[in-house]
């Protein structure tokens, strides 16, 4: 069993920075993949990025490539996401979720562990 509680959302420019955190309870954490989603008021819950369970491959929407990174510290039960030059389309609330699938799991249907979100908003 694994729980997830994200940190790190609020209210930033087009431009600026945020860097959403994951932390993870349990002790099995280390053998799961992580992924971030997001889902914006009336739209699906869309893939963001995926993190392998030893941090070694990742895997990024095209949408968010060259701007967000995620990483992990499994010492720390944590992943990151770094968002950089922020856009107002990326405005959304952001969930972490795990698994022990096969990478990289790009669809909500292959987690089962969900965090309970964290709001990010970008102003024009």
């Known amino acids: 069993q694994v729980q997830l509680v994200e940190s790190g959302g609020g209210l930033v420019q087009a431009g600026g920075s945020l860097r959403l955190s994951c932390l993870a309870s349990?002790?099995?954490?280390?053998?799961?993949?992580v992924g971030w989603f997001r889902q914006a008021p009336g739209k699906e819950r869309d893939f963001v990025a995926a993190?392998?369970?030893?941090?070694?491959?990742?895997n990024y929407a095209d949408s968010v490539k060259g701007r967000f990174t995620i990483s992990r510290d499994n010492a720390k039960n944590t992943v990151h996401l770094q968002m950089n030059n922020l856009k107002p389309e990326d405005t959304a609330v952001y969930y972490c979720?795990?698994?022990?699938?096969?990478?990289?799991?790009?669809?909500?249907?292959?987690?089962?562990?969900w965090g309970q979100g964290t709001q990010v908003t970008v102003s024009s």
């Open positions: 979720a795990a698994d022990r699938g096969r990478f990289p799991q790009r669809r909500p249907s292959e987690y089962g562990f």
């Open positions: 349990g002790r099995t954490f280390s053998v799961h993949n």
């Open positions: 993190i392998t369970s030893s941090g070694g491959s990742t």
